[in-house]
């Protein structure tokens, strides 16, 4: 197991440098820079005074000098300035995750609570009302994209109830009514487009598991049929469905972007497109990175859960 993650962690680190080194290319290819950005609005302005600024951002050196400065920095534990608000990248950072853990968590659980069980109950109860219904939802949640969903409920709660969810964000440590208010749509709407995928994927490998030859032996026994989906079968076909659920949940921490915006949700998606806009290259970096790691980790947990739920499978 050590000598597992010894390796894991290496590889880790590989990936994560091609992430951070893609991220730092790629915004550099983008036209412009942030200087552009912010005198964007201003006017004409000297050129002597441009060439000052870019200067005092570092952005007049070498492609290369510049990244292995903010490699160098990162690996001292120095996160880098925000180049728009001239102030460390992780405040932007610690401000958004509050959202957008909040998000993910209640979504992911929502979808955990209408997915599995439909799911179950389908492949019991294969060609039934009941797996005819979690085909066509599970084709419609795939379907059906997050702006357009989320669009049509704002619009029809807007003019049909004349409801719509107070702006902004409050934590649930200090309104949480308010933040209940702010959140139970969105993350109801990005749950029920997650519980389709998890929906099926727990279907199909229910509908693998229950022809296997231990359910049959289980049932052979004399086992309450209960007990043979649950006890049996339900926990070897969880283990595909923990890696589902485990890429949704790091794709909702790298930010619910549309959702974010509809709902005007201060979450990092949200951080990160106006980075972007902004051309704030070091905030973009330091978030791309930061979702990076997150996603990295879950793997490597993922592959843990697997090891100590299924005993036939090992990690070397």
Known sequence: ??????????????????????????????????????????????????????????????????????MG?????????????????????KEALPVTVEIAVVS????????????????????GMVDHFTRVFGSLGIAVPDFFIGTIVIICMGKYLHYLPPLGFKAVWEDPLTNAAQMWIPCTLIALRLSAVTMRM?????????????????????LH????????ATRN????????????FGALLGGALVMETLFSL???????????????????????LFVATIIVV????VDLAYAALDPRVRVR
């Open 1 to 70: 197991m050590a000598g597992y993650l010894i390796r894991r962690l290496l590889l880790s680190l590989v990936t994560l440098w091609i992430v951070s080194f893609m991220v730092f290319s790629l915004l550099r290819i983008v036209p412009g820079d942030t200087v552009t950005a912010l005198i964007a609005d201003t006017g004409l302005v000297p050129k002597e005074n441009i060439d000052a600024v870019r200067a005092d951002l570092g952005l007049d050196k070498p492609f290369i000098q510049q990244y292995a400065t903010w």
């Open 73 to 93: 920095n990162l690996l001292r534990g120095d996160f880098g300035e925000s180049f728009v608000r001239r102030q460390s990248t992780m405040v932007d950072i």
């Open 108 to 127: 992911i659980l929502l979808s955990l609570f209408i997915g599995m069980p439909l799911g179950i109950v389908a492949a019991l109860r294969r060609n």
């Open 202 to 222: 727990t279907r199909s490998v229910m509908v693998e598991v229950l022809t296997q030859d231990f359910v049959r032996t289980a049932r052979a026994k004399g």
């Open 225 to 232: 049929p209960m007990v043979v989906s649950v006890r049996h």
């Open 237 to 248: 076909a969880v283990l595909p469905v923990i890696t589902v659920v485990a890429s949704q």
């Open 266 to 288: 201060p979450g990092l998606g949200q951080s990160t497109l106006t980075s972007i806009q902004r051309r704030d290259y070091a905030q973009v970096q330091m978030n791309a």
């Open 298 to 301: 879950l793997n490597i947990i």
